[in-house]
């Protein structure tokens, strides 16, 4: 683990990666101490431009609200909304895996059907269906993510018990008479977390992209200011006030390209291929 923490050090894009992600948690923490009012408050004139008064620097809205005070408290919401649901997913997909490879048989063809099930229908199709449902709120953003994101742990996570459950060391806790259940948790799945780590971190820029998406589409949380809020909220008028659409919608971009090096660099320093030729 140490060289690995080496490696991800020595590489520059997982670095970059790291240091975006850092002062985007910063803004999102204590950014609303710079905005103490509401980010819905409208404080100036419509559409006043950006970098035109030094106390709205990204300018103003079609109603009047900062454009800088919703960026900042829309990390919050998405990089909760990335977090909780990807936390969600590993909660489900990791167990379902484990127990489908480790017992493989009926118990494997089972849950691979039921994983297959969700598979069948495209992701972000049945996110609005189930967001739609469910009444746009916070809690119906995360389980609907939750709920698409799943399956490809569960399937990550098969193949590596699988390929792990043979092991020397798992066939000496099976003669010492150690239960299922404790080769599972205790065995395998600390040596077969390395890919999953890796899958988290892109899994966590998806959910923001399928977050923005779905608040662009009008199914966000009605009571919290998002980026794709503000992308959708500017559209309409992206000729007359560009930045209403150009500033939220560079944050996304920012925030999903972060975590996609700090993927790459996980995978990089986490491969033992990538590891061996490194030293």
Do not use: C, H
């Given at each position: 683990m140490k060289q690995a923490s080496?490696?991800?050090?020595?590489?520059?894009?997982?670095?970059?990666?790291i240091a975006i992600l850092v002062i985007a948690v910063a803004v999102a923490m204590f950014g609303p101490l710079l905005f103490p009012t509401s980010?819905?408050?409208?404080?100036?004139?419509?559409?006043?431009?950006?970098?035109?008064?030094?106390?709205?620097?990204?300018?103003?809205?079609?109603?009047?609200r900062d454009v800088m005070a919703g960026i900042i408290y829309g990390a919050r919401v998405s990089l909760l909304v990335g977090l909780i649901s990807t936390l969600a997913s590993l909660a489900v997909g990791i167990p379902l895996g484990a127990t489908a490879g480790y017992f493989g048989?009926?118990?494997?063809?089972?849950?691979?059907?039921f994983t297959e099930f969700f598979q069948t229908v495209p992701s972000f199709a049945l996110a609005i269906?189930?967001?739609?449902?469910?009444?746009?709120?916070?809690?119906s953003i995360v389980a609907a993510i939750a709920i698409v994101s799943w399956p490809p742990v569960a399937r990550l996570v098969r193949g590596?018990?699988?390929?792990?459950?043979?092991?020397?060391?798992?066939?000496?806790?099976?003669?010492?008479?150690?239960?299922?259940?404790?080769?599972?948790?205790?065995?395998?799945?600390?040596?077969?977390?390395?890919?999953?780590?890796?899958?988290?971190?892109?899994?966590?820029?998806?959910?923001?992209l399928l977050e923005s998406s779905l608040s662009f589409l009008g199914?966000?949380?009605?009571?919290?200011?998002?980026?794709?809020?503000?992308?959708?909220?500017?559209?309409?008028?992206?000729?007359?006030?560009?930045w209403i659409t150009v500033f939220p919608g560079i944050a996304i971009?920012?925030?999903v390209l972060a975590l996609n090096l700090i993927g790459?660099?996980?995978?990089?320093?986490?491969?033992?291929?990538?590891?061996?030729?490194g030293r």
């Open positions: 080496r490696m991800l050090l020595r590489n520059p894009g997982g670095m970059i990666g980010p819905w408050r409208m404080v100036q004139r419509p559409f006043l431009p950006p970098f035109t008064l030094s106390g709205f620097p990204l300018g103003t809205d079609a109603l009047g048989g009926k118990v494997d063809d089972a849950l691979m059907r269906v189930l967001v739609a449902i469910m009444q746009p709120s916070i809690v590596e018990v699988l390929s792990l459950r043979t092991r020397e060391y798992v066939q000496a806790a099976v003669v010492t008479g150690q239960t299922n259940w404790w080769i599972i948790w205790r065995e395998i799945l600390p040596n077969a977390l390395s890919p999953v780590i890796v899958l988290a971190s892109l899994m966590v820029a998806t959910a923001i199914l966000g949380d009605p009571n919290l200011m998002s980026w794709g809020y503000m992308v959708g909220a500017g559209r309409t008028v992206i000729r007359q006030a560009w971009l920012v925030s790459e660099g996980l995978n990089d320093a986490l491969n033992p291929r990538l590891a061996k030729g």
